[in-house]
């Protein structure tokens, strides 16, 4: 079946500007995400959503930063005024439940995104 | 909240076998311990996953002493399409939940 896909595969931004990443999780998922990863580094843990809920955001970067979920399903990571420092990869998965990580979490291909 | 330490880089030859050891020593008693592998461009892969003594699949084994405070990554003889980054994650579920990916370990096998 379809695996979790991301949108876009790349992005290039001004600095300054709004940037808006999708993530479609696999069907029937009902946890869902969100990592960065700069260039070279290991993941880092930005949020995650139990259907459309996202119980601790405590993990976004700055207020910059915001991200939802609706139907259960399509998330969106928003990343407003962006900066140079928000360069990095953009990866989102999905799991089929939220239990203390014992399921298995499916990785999409991730987001590229380059502000200059 | 949990974390992890790996180290950060290993050598290998084909045909051997490889270890990888993780640390958690604030690992919650409903935690599972993960591991990941994860090639250059592109999202980490699922490899195998355990919560307590041994656990083995078709490509690994996962080694998690009693007080589980570590767990050790088995490769049984690499080949050169193994290297790769290996990360072990905890997951927490305190009153938070945030997925903790070690900094990874890169594993280099040589011919």
Redesign the interface.
């Known amino acids: 079946g379809a695996g ?1 896909s991301q949108s876009p595969s790349n992005k290039v931004t001004e600095k300054g500007k709004d940037v808006e990443l999708r993530c479609d999780p696999i069907s029937g998922h009902t946890a869902l ?1 969100w ?1 960065r990863q700069s260039l070279g ?3 880092e ?1 930005l949020i ?1 959503f ?1 259907g459309n809920s996202a ?2 955001k ?2 976004l970067p700055s207020d910059r930063f915001s991200a939802e979920r609706t139907g259960g399903s399509v998330s969106t990571l928003t990343i407003q005024r962006t900066q140079q420092e928000d360069s990095a990869v953009y ?1 989102c ?1 999905s799991s089929l439940r ?5 399921d ?7 987001t590229r995104l380059t502000v200059t | 909240l949990a974390k992890t330490t790996q180290p950060v880089s290993m050598d290998s030859y084909e045909g051997q076998e490889v270890n990888i050891t993780c640390s958690h020593n604030n690992i ?1 008693t ?3 311990i ?1 591991w ?1 592998q994860q090639f250059p461009s ?5 490899i195998i ?1 355990g919560y307590k003594t041994k656990v083995t699949n078709e490509v690994a084994s996962l080694f998690i002493p009693a007080d589980r405070k570590s767990s050790t990554l088995s490769l049984p003889r690499v080949s050169l399409s193994d290297t790769a980054v290996y ?1 072990c ?5 305190g009153n ?9 370990t890169k594993l280099n096998v040589k011919p």
């Open positions: 979790v995400y990592y580094q290991g993941l843990f995650y139990q119980p601790d405590s993990g990866l998965a939220l239990a203390g990580g014992e298995e979490q499916y990785f999409g291909p991730g | 919650a409903n935690d599972y993960t990941y592109q999202g980490p892969r699922f996953q990360y994650l905890v997951g927490d579920i938070f939940n945030k997925f903790y990916f070690g900094s990874g």
